[in-house]
């Protein structure tokens, strides 16, 4: 089965508080998933592949054998794809796990402009909103 995985994650502050958004859809958009979490003090590139390390479990989870994940990241998709070298040690681990995650599967990945994954963006922003008003960023 063929699953959508909008994926966002951002940090206040680099690094800061930060949260990871995912929508998990089916190719007609009907959303089957979203998760909106807070991951403590990261980088916004630390964010962004755990982030897409979640909505990969997410959709395997839910039965996907192919995905194709879209997100506004335009360095974890050129690392993901072998364009871009993965240089920083902090980076290193998650993208060794993202590409663990997505084994045995097809999969396809391509970056939008942040208005076209509007809604993992705001989920995001959820998220990190909540760890404001808890005190905890």
Do not use: F
């Amino acid at each position: 089965m063929k699953l959508v995985v909008n994926v966002d994650g951002g940090a206040r502050g680099n690094p800061g508080p930060a949260a990871i958004g995912v929508v998990v859809s089916d190719p007609d958009g009907t959303v089957l998933q979203e998760i909106a979490e807070g991951i403590g003090l990261a980088t916004n590139n630390v964010a962004e592949y755990r982030a897409l390390l979640r909505g990969v479990a997410a959709a395997r989870a839910l039965g996907a054998d192919e995905l194709e994940i879209i997100g506004d990241s335009e360095l974890v998709a050129r690392q993901l794809t072998g364009a871009y070298r993965v240089k920083h040690s902090a980076l290193k681990p998650l993208h060794a796990g993202v590409l663990r995650a997505l084994d045995g599967l097809e999969w396809q990945i391509r970056t939008v402009p942040r208005a076209q994954n509007a809604r993992a963006d705001t989920l995001v922003n959820a998220a990190l909103d909540e760890l404001w008003r808890s005190g905890c960023g």
